[in-house]
C-alpha cells in the first residue's frame, strides 16, 4: 500500500514537472520543452550555481599567460582586474566533459590577443560538466544565466554595450551561450562550435541556439553526422544567420587516422586522446583557432550542399565577397539576406588548416592521346604551392580538364604555373605532352589569370607556362 | 584522475587497434595517409616516412615542393626532410658523412627551369 503511495506520488510529481529556484538566476524548470519530449525523454533539473561553480578566467594583453579570476557577484575582483571596457570581451565556454583551464581555450585567448586588444574570458563550468551527460546538458541553462548575469553587471555598472560582448561556446558550451543571449539580449555576437547534438536538435528555439540569441551568430558544423549510428555529436541543421560546413561537416580529414597514429599525437598523448573519442568535434575549434591567424584561409561558398559546392555552385565569391569562417565572420555582418545561409570550404589535414581555393582549366597538346594524370603548381609572389593533381584518366590532346584545388599556401599574385604529367608504366614510345593554355581563377575575388606554354614534355618533366 | 585515466585508455586501445576494421584505401602496414605513423617510406602513400630527429617518431609526411628543403633519395628510407616531388631534384651535394648521417640536405629546383640557382 505504502509502495503504491510512493508511486503515485513520484508519477504526479513527472507530470506536473518541478522546478528549482536560485537567488540571481532565477527559476529552472523541468517541463516541456525542457524535458518529457522525445528529444529530451529524462527528467533532469540543473545544478545549483555553488555545485557548478562557474569561474570566469580573464586574459588580456596585460596578463596574456597567468589569468585573473573574475565574479559578478564581488565587484572588487572586476575593479582591480585587466579587465578594460574600452575593449571588446570574448567569452569562450567549453562544453562536456571539458575543463575551462584547458590548452585550446587559453591558446584561443593568446591568438586573439596577438591580432587585437580584448578582454578574453575563459568560462570553466567543469564541476557541472563531468556528469551525466543529461544532467550536463541541463547544468548549462545556469552557465548561460551565470554569463548573462555577468554581462548585466557589466552593463549596469561598468556602463558596458552588451553589443561589444562575443560569446564563443563549443558543444554544450554553444548552447550555455544560446541561454545567455536569450536571458540578456542585444549580446553582439555568438559563435557555436559545432553545437551538440543529443538533447537539443530539433527542440524549439529557448533550449538551444538560435540566431534569435544573439545580433549575429555564427555556427561551425564539424561533427554533424547523425549520432546514431555514426555516433556524430554535432548539429547538422543550420540555426545561425551564417552557418559552415567545412568539408561537408561530417567528416573532417585528418580524423581517419589509425588508432595508436592518432593517440600518439604531434600535440601529445592528450590531444591525441581527446581526438581519438572526438576527432571531428573537436576539429571546429582548431579551425577557428587558425583562422584567428589566417583570416583569407577560410572562406565559405554559398551552396546548397557540399556536392554541388565540389562541382562549383558558388565559386568564385560573389561581389560582395564571401564570408569568412571562423573569427573574422562579422564582417559579413548585415550582408545577409537569405534567411538560412549554407556555406562549404575545405580545411587541411592538420595544423595549419588554412586553404585557398583556385579554379584551374588545362587544355592540353601533343599528338596522341596517353593514359595518365596530370599535375598542376601555382607560383606566386609570395610562394608556390605543392604539385595538385587535375585530372586522371585518359589524356586527349586538344581537350579541356577543370578543376579546383585547395592551396595549401597563400600565394599571392600568380606569376607563372608548372605542368606535369605521368602515366604509372614505362611507355617504350616515348610519347609528349604538354600544356597549351592554363587559366586560374582564385575563389576570391574571380580574377581570371591566363598562362600560356607552346613545347610539350616527356613524362615527369615540368612545363612551365608564363603569363599570356 | 586524469594521470590514471589515461593508462589505462591506452591500453584498452591498444588490445582493441588490432579489431577495429580497417577501411578500404588505407592500412595499417602499408598505403598509409599523412599523419600516420610509419617506420619505412614505402609505407606511405606520399613516399616520404619523415621524423624531425633521431629518437622522434616517424610519420607519413607529403613530399617537398620546389624551392622547400629536401634530402636526397636514402637507402635508409626514412628522412629528417623528404625527397622532392616528381620532375624537381634535390640540389644537394653528396658526402659521404651526409649519405651515412642522411643528412644530405639540398633544395628541390626545376631542372628544366631558366631561374634556377646555379
Known sequence: MFGIWILAALLLSIAEGEEVCYDRLGCFSDDVPWSGTIERPIYKLPWSPEKIDVQFLLYTRENPVVFQEISATDNSTITYSNFKTSRKTRFIIHGFIDNGEENWLSELCDRMLSVEDVNCICVNWKKGARCQYTQASNNIRVVGAEVAYLVNVLQTQYKYSPADVHIIGHSLGAHAAGEAGKRHPGIGRITGLDPAQPYFQDTPIEVRLDKSDAEFVDVIHTDSAPMIPYLGFGMSTPIGHLDFYPNGGKEMPGCAKNAISQIVDLDGIWEGTR?????????????????????????????????????????????????????????????????????????????????????????????????????????????????????????????????????????????????????????????????????????????????????????????????? | MAKLLLPCLLLVLLLLAPALPAPQGRGLIVNLDTGELCLKSFQCKSGCCRHEGLLSLARCTPKAAELQGCSRKSIYNVYYKCPCESGLTCDADRTIVGSITNTDYGICIDPGSSDKRR
Open chain 1, 275 to 468: 581526438d581519438f573519442v572526438a576527432c571531428n568535434h573537436l576539429r571546429s575549434y582548431k579551425y577557428y583557432s587558425d583562422s584567428i591567424i589566417y583570416p583569407t584561409g577560410f572562406l565559405g561558398y554559398i551552396s546548397t550542399s557540399y556536392d554541388t559546392f565540389e562541382e562549383g555552385s558558388g565559386f568564385p565569391c560573389p561581389a560582395e565577397g564571401c564570408p569568412n569562417m571562423g573569427h573574422y565572420a562579422d564582417k559579413f555582418k548585415g550582408k545577409i539576406t537569405n534567411d538560412i545561409t549554407k556555406l562549404y570550404l575545405n580545411t587541411g589535414e592538420a595544423r595549419d588548416f588554412a586553404l585557398w581555393r583556385y579554379k584551374v582549366t588545362v587544355t592540353l597538346s601533343g599528338k596522341r592521346k596517353v593514359r595518365g594524370y596530370v599535375n598542376v603548381a601555382l607560383y606566386g609572389s609570395e610562394g608556390n604551392t605543392r604539385q595538385h593533381q587535375i585530372t586522371e584518366g585518359t589524356l586527349q590532346p586538344d581537350n579541356t580538364y577543370t578543376s579546383f584545388l585547395d592551396a595549401e599556401v597563400d600565394i599571392g599574385t600568380l606569376t607563372k604555373v608548372k605542368f606535369l604529367w605521368n602515366n604509372n608504366w614505362i611507355n617504350p614510345t616515348l610519347p609528349k605532352l604538354g600544356a597549351a593554355v592554363i587559366t586560374v581563377q582564385p575563389g576570391e575575388n574571380g580574377q581570371v589569370y591566363r598562362f600560356c606554354g607552346s613545347e610539350t614534355v616527356r613524362e615527369e618533366v615540368l612545363q612551365t607556362l608564363t603569363a599570356c
